[in-house]
């Protein structure tokens, strides 16, 4: 049973290039949000995707946006990175109204 | 907003014995969940334990229980016959109605031999 699935697993960029994260759910959930886990830190919510449309947005900038395909799938995109854009990005996928989560393996973004 | 408060930075347990991590948190609304997620090296989050806040019997699952306050909004975990492989980060998280997760700053659970 495929899980949550992350890719890549890590990326190192420079100050002021843009990323893009993925992320393929859980096979029948529809739902994908994604969490920003800085070092030593627990993770922050982003935001969260459902039926290809953003549903709910942490505190974070407009330079973190998202997407949702048709298959579920999601990407996170980064503009104009920082240095303290740099952190473990978690993806977890739920079927909507159900209590549980999946959570992918991250991707480790190092800005340099 | 909801908050989530581990006061616990590391916890230490040896083998066999009993360890409690606490959590605590901070909301104004009356339905809710609380999970409690191991984070291991892999750095995969593994759903550990859940609670509905509806529910006034502590959850189980195997060596893990809680200790669910409502009106004190505590929410502890109980690892009895701790493991070597229950070492990892542990952390306490708060989902709203609309499926947000607000997660502590996480306690570092070493078991020792």
């Known amino acids: 049973d495929a899980g949550v699935t992350q890719s890549p697993t890590h990326l190192i960029k420079t100050r002021g290039q843009q990323v893009t994260l993925r992320c393929s759910p859980k096979s029948g959930h529809d739902t994908v949000s994604w969490y920003q886990q800085a070092l030593g830190q627990g993770p922050q919510f982003i935001f969260q995707?459902?039926?290809?449309?953003?549903?709910q947005r942490g505190n974070f900038p407009d330079r973190f946006s998202g997407h949702q395909f048709p298959n579920y799938s999601s990407e996170l995109n980064v503009n104009a990175l920082l240095l303290g854009d740099s952190a473990l990005y978690l993806c977890?996928?739920?079927?909507?109204?159900?209590?549980?989560?999946?959570f992918g393996s991250g991707t480790r973004l190092t800005v340099v | 907003a909801q908050t989530v408060t581990q006061s616990q930075p590391e916890m230490s347990v040896q083998e066999a014995e009993t360890v409690t991590l606490s959590c605590t948190y901070d909301?104004?609304?009356?339905?809710?969940?609380l999970f409690w997620y191991k984070q291991p090296p892999s750095r995969q989050m593994i759903l550990v334990i859940r609670q509905e806040a509806y529910k006034q019997q502590n959850a189980t699952e195997n060596r893990f229980s809680v200790n669910f306050q409502k009106a004190a909004k505590s929410f502890s975990l109980k690892i009895s016959d701790s493991q070597l492989g229950d070492a990892a980060m542990y952390f306490c998280?708060?989902?709203?109605?609309?499926?947000?997760?607000?997660f502590g700053t996480g306690t570092r659970l070493q078991v020792t031999l």
């Open positions: 977890a996928s739920s079927v909507t109204g159900a209590r549980g989560y999946t």
């Open positions: 998280a708060y989902r709203s109605a609309y499926g947000k997760l607000t």
């Open positions: 909301t104004s609304e009356s339905d809710y969940y």
């Open positions: 995707y459902y039926e290809e449309e953003e549903r």
